[in-house]
C-alpha cells in the first residue's frame, strides 16, 4: 500500500445568521479540532479542507485558526447550501473537492465534519487493515453525553461525521450527489450514504463506535461517538 491517502474536511466557519459570540465560539471549536486532526493524522495523508461560509481566509477573526487553513490545501465554496439543508452543503462540497484530486493517488479517501475532534489516529491506523477485505468502513453509534445521558441514531441511517471509503468507490458515490434534490426533498446526507451503501450492495465494514468527540450546540453539548 504505497499508495497515500486523503482526508476531506468539511466546516462552516461563519454561518450569516449566527450572532458574533457564536462565530466566535463556533471558530474556537473548528481551531481545536483542526490542532488535534493534525496531531493524529498518519503521514501519509493528504488534507484538503473546504468551507462554504467564507470568501477569505481574512474573515476569521481567530488568528490560529487563520493561519493553520493558510498553511493547507483549503477550498472556500462560498455557496452555502448548508443554509437550507446542511448535509446537501457539505455533500456540495465533497463533490466539488474531490473533482480536483487525482483518485488514483489515493488508497482511501476519509470524510470529515471538521468541527468533531479525533483524539488520536487509532481509527487511520485501523483502515489499513480494513483494505484487502472492504471497500467502505461506515457506522451509525449512539451519542453518549458527558452528563450521562444517551442518545441512540435512528435507523436505515449512516453517520457521516466520519467515514472513508476506497478512492474508487468515494468517487462513484461522489457521483450520485445531487444536490438540488437533496434540498428539493429535504433528504438527509446521512440517508443519502445509507442508499448508497446498500442499493450498491458495497462491501463494508461497520464500526460499533468512532472515539471521537463532538459539540452538540443545540442540547447536551460534548458527547463521544
Not at 477485505?133 to 449512516?158: G, H, I, R, W
Request: proline letters at 3%; glycine letters at 2%; one cysteine or more.
Amino acid at each position: 500500500m504505497d499508495k497515500k491517502n486523503l482526508i476531506l474536511c468539511f466546516s462552516s466557519l461563519r454561518p450569516s445568521n449566527f450572532p458574533k459570540d457564536k462565530l466566535l465560539e463556533r471558530e474556537a471549536n473548528y481551531n481545536l479540532s483542526l490542532k488535534w486532526l493534525l496531531k493524529s493524522l498518519p503521514n501519509n495523508w493528504d488534507i484538503i479542507y473546504n468551507d462554504n461560509s467564507l470568501s477569505s481566509l481574512d474573515e476569521l477573526e481567530n488568528a490560529e485558526l487563520k493561519e493553520q487553513l493558510k498553511s493547507l490545501n483549503t477550498i472556500l465554496h462560498n455557496n452555502n447550501h448548508g443554509e437550507i439543508n446542511k448535509g446537501a452543503g457539505e455533500h456540495d462540497m465533497c463533490r466539488k473537492s474531490f473533482l480536483s484530486v487525482n483518485i488514483n493517488d489515493y488508497n482511501w479517501v476519509t470524510y470529515f465534519t471538521a468541527r468533531h475532534i479525533i483524539p488520536n489516529s487509532l481509527y487511520f491506523d485501523k483502515l489499513d487493515s480494513y483494505f484487502n477485505t472492504y471497500n467502505a468502513v461506515m457506522s451509525n453509534p449512539p451519542f453518549y453525553y458527558l452528563n450521562y445521558k444517551e442518545s441512540k441514531s435512528a435507523d436505515l441511517l449512516y453517520n457521516d461525521m466520519l467515514f472513508s471509503m476506497k478512492s474508487e468507490t468515494f468517487k462513484k458515490f461522489v457521483d450520485t450527489i445531487d444536490v438540488n434534490n437533496l434540498k428539493v426533498r429535504h433528504k438527509s446526507s446521512e440517508k443519502h450514504l445509507y442508499e448508497f451503501i446498500n442499493e450498491n450492495e458495497i462491501n463494508k465494514f461497520e464500526l460499533n463506535e468512532l472515539g471521537i468527540l463532538r459539540n452538540d450546540h443545540q442540547s447536551f453539548g460534548w458527547h463521544i461517538v
